[in-house]
């Protein structure tokens, strides 16, 4: 039922489900905060898988861009994986803890960008180089440092490989929303992918949860979609920004 209505939400709202399903894990189900970010990051590959190679077969993935992001995210992503292994490591399942503050954080600080993302385009806008190759007159050394940034987040919360590299994408790039949604996609199968062998060899992967989560995921998507044309989606998007900014803050009041 989970899976049902994160896939719905994701449908509806295009929000990255990673985002979604974390805090309802945690919160929701009781999942240890480092079986939930091992969880979370597999189902995450494992719904992608299909979108991103829909996306490629149309030809909306930039490899110019995929190059640059997996360049700085892989190493980005070991580095976040590293540093959670080391602390399950030296605080045992107090690790636990530690993530739950961290996911927090973050939670708290995702939904803000999202809710001013708006704005932000229309300010940065102003500075954007013309041309569809443009990266605004950062270098691909600049493409890196955003997979570089994303992929430490992912590496140690499963949380980014998405919603923050695609926001960051829009902000500082010039590409059309259409090539940018394809190559993030394709992106973050490369990234979860990597990420999800991680875990997996640290052990903190749960296949029949990751399981009943996709049996749900995958009509509630299709629900998702038919219903965005009748639900007032960006009102939707909003609350939920707003919901998971309480749960976030709620995470750090623990």
């Not at 990266?135 to 430490?152: E, Q, T």
Request: proline fraction near 5%; charged fraction near 10%.
């Amino acid at each position: 039922m989970i899976g049902l209505l994160v896939g719905t939400l994701v449908g509806l709202t295009g929000l990255g489900g990673g985002v979604l399903l974390l805090p309802i894990l945690i919160f929701g189900l009781g999942v240890p905060p480092i079986i939930a970010v091992g969880s979370d990051a597999s189902f995450n590959l494992l719904t992608k898988i299909g979108a991103g190679i829909l996306h490629w077969r149309h030809g909306n993935v930039n490899w110019r861009l995929i190059s640059a992001l997996t360049l700085g995210s892989v190493p980005g992503a070991l580095g976040g994986f590293l540093l959670l292994a080391r602390l399950r490591s030296a605080y045992g399942s107090g690790v636990n803890d530690i993530l739950r503050t961290f996911i927090g954080v973050l939670l708290v600080c995702v939904p803000v960008l999202l809710l001013a993302q708006e704005p932000l385009e229309k300010y940065i806008s102003r500075w954007k180089q013309p041309g569809p190759r443009s990266y605004r007159g950062i270098s691909a050394i600049g493409i890196s440092a955003i997979g570089l940034f994303s992929g430490l987040l992912v590496g140690m919360t499963s949380l980014g490989a998405g919603s923050i590299i695609m926001m960051l994408l829009l902000l500082f790039t010039t590409y059309s929303p259409t090539m940018l949604v394809g190559t993030d996609i394709f992106h973050a199968v490369i990234l979860a992918g990597f990420t999800s062998l991680l875990y997996l060899r640290l052990g903190t992967v749960d296949p029949a949860l990751v399981f009943a989560l996709l049996i749900g995921s995958v009509p509630g998507s299709l629900i998702g979609v038919q219903l965005s044309t009748v639900v007032p989606k960006l009102w939707l998007k909003r609350t939920l920004c707003f919901l998971l900014l309480a749960t976030g803050a709620s995470m750090l009041a623990v």
